[in-house]
C-alpha cells in the first residue's frame, strides 16, 4: 500500500470535527481528528464514557455527518455526497457491530444471513452456501435454525458477527461487541471478530471497554479530549 494514498481501500478520516450542545455552550468531541486504518488492520479504540466513541464510530460509517472534515470510504470522498449516496455506499461497503446483535425475533441464524443475500440481489443458493460456511466459521454449524430467543449471548452476536460479514463489507465497524458478554466469552468473541476481519482484509474499527479485543489488534488508540493517541501496538 502507498503511503501517499493511505486511505486507498480501507477506511480514512481527514480533520473530523464534531461538536455536541453542552449547557449554554457547546464541547468539541472531535476535533481534528485524522485516521486511517489500511485493509487487514484491525484497530482498537478505548475512551472513557462519552469521550465520543460511539460518535466517532457514527461518522466513520456515515449514519453522521461531522461538522467540518472527510471520510474516505475505500478511497471514495463522502463529503460532498447526497444523503441517498451515502446511504448507498455504506450498505454496500460498512457493516457495524453493536453490543447487542439485534437479531430479528422470528427469523432462525440461518434466514438472518440468508436475508442479507437476498436483499443485494444474491442468488438463493449462492447465499444459501455463503450463509452455512459462515456459520460453521462462527462455530454456530449446530445452530442453523436455531431461533434467537434459544441462543445464549454469545451465540447472537457470533450470527450478528456472521451476518454483517455476510454482506462483504470492505469496512467492519464495532461498538463495544463484547460488552455484554463474560470474560472468556468475551474474550472468544473479540478474537473472532478480529480473526475474521483480518482473514477478509477489512478495515476494522473495534470501540471497547474491556480489554478483550486488544489482544487481536494491530493497533491501539485512546480518545480523549478530542484527540486520538497511540497506546502501543500490541499484536500483528
Ligand atoms: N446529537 C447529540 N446531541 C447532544 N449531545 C450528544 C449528541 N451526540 C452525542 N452527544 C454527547 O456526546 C458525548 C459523547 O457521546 P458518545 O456516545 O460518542 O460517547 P462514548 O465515548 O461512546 O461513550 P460510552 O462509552 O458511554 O458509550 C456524550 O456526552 C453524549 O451525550
Ligand atoms: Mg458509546
Redesign the pocket.
Known amino acids: 500500500m502507498s503511503t501517499s494514498d493511505p486511505a486507498g481501500d480501507g477506511l480514512g478520516l481527514r480533520g473530523i470535527h464534531v461538536a455536541?450542545?453542552d449547557g449554554p455552550g457547546t464541547?468539541t468531541?472531535l476535533d481534528a481528528v485524522d485516521l486511517d486504518v489500511a485493509p487487514g488492520e484491525v484497530l482498537v479504540i478505548t475512551?472513557?464514557?462519552?469521550?465520543?466513541?460511539?460518535?466517532?464510530l457514527a461518522v466513520a460509517g456515515l449514519l453522521r455527518r461531522p461538522d467540518r472534515g472527510e471520510v474516505l470510504v475505500a478511497g471514495t470522498p463522502t463529503a460532498e455526497l447526497s444523503e441517498r449516496r451515502r446511504t448507498a455506499l455504506r450498505r454496500e461497503r460498512i457493516a457495524i457491530v453493536y453490543q447487542s446483535a439485534n437479531l430479528l425475533p422470528a427469523l432462525t441464524a440461518r434466514e438472518q444471513l440468508e436475508l442479507v443475500g437476498h436483499i443485494s440481489g444474491e442468488r438463493r443458493s449462492q447465499a444459501r452456501g455463503r450463509a452455512a460456511q459462515l456459520l460453521e466459521e462462527l462455530g454456530l454449524a449446530g445452530r442453523a435454525d436455531q431461533l434467537p430467543a434459544k441462543m445464549s449471548g454469545g451465540e447472537r452476536q457470533r450470527v450478528g458477527i456472521a451476518r454483517a460479514l455476510m454482506a462483504r463489507p470492505t469496512v467492519l465497524l464495532a461498538d463495544?461487541p463484547t460488552a455484554s458478554l463474560d470474560g472468556a466469552l468475551s474474550a472468544e468473541v473479540a478474537g473472532l471478530l478480529a480473526g475474521e476481519a483480518r482473514g477478509r482484509g477489512l478495515a476494522a474499527v473495534i470501540?471497547s471497554?474491556d480489554d478483550a479485543p486488544l489482544a487481536h489488534a494491530e493497533r491501539h488508540l485512546h480518545?480523549a479530549g478530542g484527540a486520538l493517541k497511540a497506546i502501543t501496538t500490541v499484536a500483528g
Open positions: 455536541v450542545p464541547r468531541l475512551g472513557s464514557s462519552g469521550s465520543g466513541k460511539s460518535t466517532l463495544e470501540v471497554h480518545l
